[in-house]
């Protein structure tokens, strides 16, 4: 569902991303990790199309986002780091536009609309101006976006910013449906609770470079650390003295 061919890319002399090879089948949830300028942002930009890659190709449901983006943006929904909503847009009318945008009969938006609108609980205000709304509320309303047009795959960058507790709760028993629907999921968080609880693998960034792939469990056992959650295993791997251990780290499947 999600291929990342020897992608590289530059930002003139600097390699944000290095050379990355990632196959992600149909219905895995996917956890990308990294500290701040690791290039998780920037593989996100490639995936969703707002970035070429300087060498490589990126493809979604077997289409280049390069060559073939309109066909590929058809299977691709994505939340971004920072909700972007029209102002001057109610909920039901961004979600009309939306739904126009992607070509759907307006007999056929009318009812996804409102099934996003229950989903993601906006009744409240689905009829108010979005400049109104809280960033929890223009979270849900993105997420209701993301959605409307039943997309094969889903990219989220951190999609948990300004969600309260229910909210979370909506969107992680959502993700765990859509899943076992044949969804795939391609996540990028700093949550690293929520990315153990939640994904089937995770792979973790360090300047540029995919330095893990695989389960929670497989980088225990990479890192010879026994008993341990992701969080101190991550931070082992990341850390200055991880550097060292780089070799020892990096998965035999890329």
């Known amino acids: 569902m999600i291929e990342f061919d020897h992608v590289t890319r530059h930002y003139g002399s600097k390699v944000a991303v290095a050379n990355l090879s990632l196959a992600i089948p149909r219905g895995e949830l996917f956890a990308l990790l990294g500290p701040n300028g690791a290039g998780k942002t920037t593989t996100i930009k490639m995936l969703v199309g707002l970035l070429r890659p300087t060498h490589g190709q990126v493809r979604v449901c077997g289409h280049d986002l390069v060559t073939e983006p309109r066909a590929a943006h058809l299977h691709l929904g994505y939340v971004p780091d920072e909700p972007c909503l029209y102002d001057k847009l109610t909920a039901r009318e961004f979600l009309r536009f939306i739904a126009d945008m992607y070509g759907i009969p307006r007999h056929l938006s009318k009812q996804r609309i409102e099934r996003e609108i229950e989903c993601f609980e906006l009744q409240e205000f689905a009829d108010d101006l979005a400049e109104n709304y809280s960033l929890g509320m223009k979270q849900r309303l993105v997420f209701a976006a993301a959605f409307i047009h039943d997309p094969d795959v889903i990219v ?49 960034m360090v300047r540029g470079n995919l330095r893990f792939l695989g389960t929670v469990a497989e980088l225990r056992e990479q890192m010879a650390i026994e008993a341990s959650g992701l969080e101190h295993l991550y931070l082992e791997l990341t850390s200055p003295r991880g550097a060292l251990r780089e070799d020892a780290a990096t998965h035999t499947d890329q």
Not at 178 to 186: A, H, I, L, P
Request: charged share 25%.
């Open 156 to 204: 989220l960058d951190e999609p948990m910013v300004g969600l309260d507790p229910h909210s979370v709760r909506i969107v992680k028993d959502l993700l765990k449906v859509k899943t076992s629907e044949g969804m795939t999921v391609f996540m990028s968080t700093h949550t690293l609770a929520m990315a153990e609880e939640m994904a089937d693998r995770i792979g973790i």
